[in-house]
Every structure is written in structure tokens, then in C-alpha cells.
């Protein structure tokens, strides 16, 4: 694409934010009473496992995933957004250093900025506006005309990060030349192979695979140094 704006295309969840925004939305859902108590058997093994590095961290966020679609049928929107709500107030500046300097970075530098996470939309739109992104593309839930979920999601195709980002070219009128991406794990594969300058942060093992066999970026933060590998 010859004309249009530049961009970047963040992750968010373990990339901007130091933890999983859905992990602590189910988390805060619990402690409302919105979601019982028991929604933590979902997850409680596996978090143990990860805590004690027994297990990996996929199986802990699968779980919460499977806490939340269970238990997320017939509750009101407005549940969902206030817990949101309260978890972006407290823990919105939990973001790690690197990503955060190169948002302000890139800003300044006038790049159209997107975030991109399977976490709900509902929380990512009071997130992500704070650090200053364009356009936010997470996933939303279908309600009834009460605005109780249904459980269902809207659109299957936003699981494709690749999908979104092509979508967000065309829609936007972006350009790739000069491009910038930014991913933590091998979900964020995708969308890496499409920008022009993929940036591998904190990978797992198998993104970090990955952007090796590529020649792909890779940085590491680690307590306050950040270093390239």
C-alpha cells in the first residue's frame, strides 16, 4: 500500500499489561458476587501448577477462559462493565516499561495505534484509551434484549488477530511500510508475520522458537532492565 496512515499493532494482555486484564475481570467478578466463589475450580489447580512452575501458563488461562464463558450466561452488562470499571481504576498503570515508552514513543511519532487481545472488549475500552490507542479490537459477547449474555460471541472471526489487522488496513486506510508489532506469545504469530517490523516481548517458548528461526526482535524486560536477545 503505497498511501495511508502508519501504524502499530499492540497485544495487550502480558505484553502492555502484566497480567491478563480477563484474569482479573473474572477475579473481580467473583469478589461482586456476580460470579460464585466455585468459579475459581476452573483455574485454582492450574494457577497453582504455574505459580510453582509445575505447569504452563496457557493451561492457567484456559481455565479462567473456561470460568468465564461458563458462568458469564444471564449476567446483566452493566455487571460486566462495572467490574471493569473498578479494575482499570486500580490496576490500569500495571503496564510493563518497554511497550509503554514505545506507545509514547510512536504517538509522538504520529503511528495510528492498535491494540488487539482476546480479553472482552468492555474492559480493553477503558484500558487502552488511557495509554492513547486508536482503535481497540477485542471480543464481544452477545446479550438478549434484557442485556443478560447469552454466552455466545459476536463475531468468531475477531479470534483471528491476522483477520483484524487486515480488516483494520483496509478500514482505516493504513499503510504496512514501516509497520510495527508488538506480541508476547505464539497467538500474536499472526499478526507479526504481517507487519513490517515484528517485535517479540517477554516471549513464551514457542513464539521465542519462532522469532529466532526468523530473525525477529526480541526483548526482554526483566525487574527494571530491558535487554535484547
Same mark, same amino acid.
Not at 490507542?133 to 452477545?142: A, H
Given at each position: ?9 499492540f497485544d495487550v494482555d502480558g505484553t502492555i499489561f502484566r497480567s ?10 467473583? +469478589? ?10 476452573? /483455574? ?8 510453582? +512452575?509445575?505447569? =504452563? /501458563? ?12 461458563? *458462568?458469564?450466561?444471564?449476567? *446483566? /452488562?452493566?455487571?460486566?462493565? =462495572?467490574?471493569?470499571?473498578r479494575v482499570v481504576a486500580a490496576q490500569w498503570k500495571h503496564t ?21 487481545? *482476546? ?17 481497540? /479490537? ?5 446479550? =438478549? ?24 488496513? =483496509? ?9 510495527i508489532g508488538v506480541g508476547d506469545s505464539e497467538s500474536d504469530i ?19 522458537? *519462532? ?10 524486560? +526483566? ?7
Amino acid at each position: 500500500m503505497a498511501t495511508g496512515k502508519k501504524f502499530a499493532v499492540f497485544d495487550v494482555d502480558g505484553t502492555i499489561f502484566r497480567s491478563s486484564l480477563l484474569i482479573q475481570v473474572v477475579e473481580q467478578l467473583i +469478589r461482586d458476587g456476580v460470579f460464585p466463589e466455585e468459579a475459581q475450580a476452573a /483455574y485454582a489447580k492450574q494457577h497453582e501448577k504455574w505459580l510453582d +512452575r509445575e505447569g =504452563d /501458563y496457557d493451561s492457567y488461562i484456559q481455565g479462567v477462559i473456561q470460568a468465564f464463558t461458563t *458462568h458469564l450466561t444471564g449476567v *446483566h /452488562y452493566g455487571a460486566l462493565a =462495572d467490574a471493569s470499571k473498578r479494575v482499570v481504576a486500580a490496576q490500569w498503570k500495571h503496564t510493563y516499561r518497554y511497550p509503554r515508552a514505545l506507545i509514547k514513543e510512536l504517538k509522538e511519532r504520529g503511528y495510528f495505534l492498535l491494540a488487539i487481545s *482476546h480479553s472482552p472488549k468492555t474492559i480493553l475500552d477503558k484500558f487502552c484509551p488511557r495509554l492513547g490507542f486508536d482503535k481497540v /479490537y477485542g471480543l464481544l459477547y452477545e446479550t =438478549d434484549e434484557e442485556e443478560r449474555f447469552t454466552g455466545k460471541i459476536m463475531d468468531e472471526q475477531a479470534l483471528d488477530k491476522a483477520y483484524l489487522i487486515r480488516r483494520a488496513i =483496509d478500514k482505516e486506510s493504513l499503510k504496512l511500510g514501516n509497520s510495527i508489532g508488538v506480541g508476547d506469545s505464539e497467538s500474536d504469530i499472526a499478526f507479526l508475520e504481517i507487519v513490517a517490523k515484528p517485535i517479540c516481548f517477554n516471549p513464551n517458548a514457542k513464539l521465542y522458537a *519462532h522469532a529466532k528461526k526468523e530473525k525477529w526482535k526480541v526483548v526482554v524486560e +526483566r525487574k527494571d532492565v530491558i535487554y535484547q536477545l
